[in-house]
């Protein structure tokens, strides 16, 4: 069936540095890719998203790049904050099956 | 412009009792998916419902558990006889016309407690 896998499950940064998460998706009919950030006991907010036509999309800090040959894609986060803090979670796949998480924690 | 409203927010239900959850998507949308999720775990695929249709419920458990999207009014996610292993956060998202292909919008989640 699909899945979609997602690295790494913790990351801890310090302030002003970049975070990288990544994801590889199986259904290669997939076309679009959206993150989706979740903090402690609140709901799951899109943040950003891609679709298959494009290889990158940027929004102020925050950017997603594709690579459909090799079924994966990563968000990127300039310059790290710490109300950055929290679960960020990918998607793919024809009913948005989502990654594990990842706990992005931004040390001051 | 509401959006996507999910009630009640906790529930408590004690073992073999039923759990009825529900879900008004945004003003608009008329797909539906239901996503459960366990403590520090990820978002489970659980049913993706159209306006009086199930379009895939591949996620749901064969037993106990049931979805509905009515003409009217909100969808329903039902789960009968309810055991521990049922407690969880379980959430609904809405889209557009689009369906998958336009952004999932969630509502703030029903918290399942099974006693």
């Known amino acids: 069936g699909e899945n979609v896998e997602q690295h790494p499950s913790t990351l801890s940064v310090q302030e002003g540095d970049s975070a990288v998460i990544k994801c590889t998706y199986s259904d290669s009919a997939s076309n679009y890719f959206p993150w989706y950030k979740q903090e402690l006991g609140k709901r799951p907010q899109l943040i950003i998203d891609?679709?298959?036509?494009?290889g990158e999309k940027k929004d102020q800090r925050i950017a997603v790049t594709l690579n459909k040959t090799a079924k994966h894609f990563s968000l990127h986060i300039t310059e790290t904050q710490p109300e950055d803090s929290a679960v960020y979670f990918c998607a793919a796949g024809g009913k948005l099956i989502f990654g594990q998480g990842t706990t992005l924690q931004v040390k001051p | 412009n509401a959006g996507v409203m999910q009630n009640p927010r906790h529930l408590v239900r004690r073992r073999g009792q039923e759990a009825r959850l529900r879900c008004s998507p945004m003003k608009g949308h008329s797909h539906v998916y239901w996503y459960r999720q366990l403590p520090e775990e990820g978002l489970k695929f659980m049913v993706y419902?159209?306006?009086?249709?199930?379009?895939?419920e591949s996620g749901m458990p064969k037993e106990r558990f049931s979805a509905e999207f009515p003409k009217e009014g909100p969808s329903i996610l039902r789960i009968q006889q309810v055991v521990r292993g049922d407690s969880a956060a379980y959430f609904c998202?809405?889209?557009?016309?689009?369906?998958?292909?336009?952004?999932?919008?969630f509502g703030n989640g029903t918290r399942l407690t099974v006693t």
């Open positions: 891609i679709r298959s036509n494009v």
């Open positions: 998202a809405s889209s557009g016309r689009q369906g998958v292909l336009s952004p999932l919008h």
């Open positions: 419902l159209q306006k009086e249709n199930i379009i895939d």
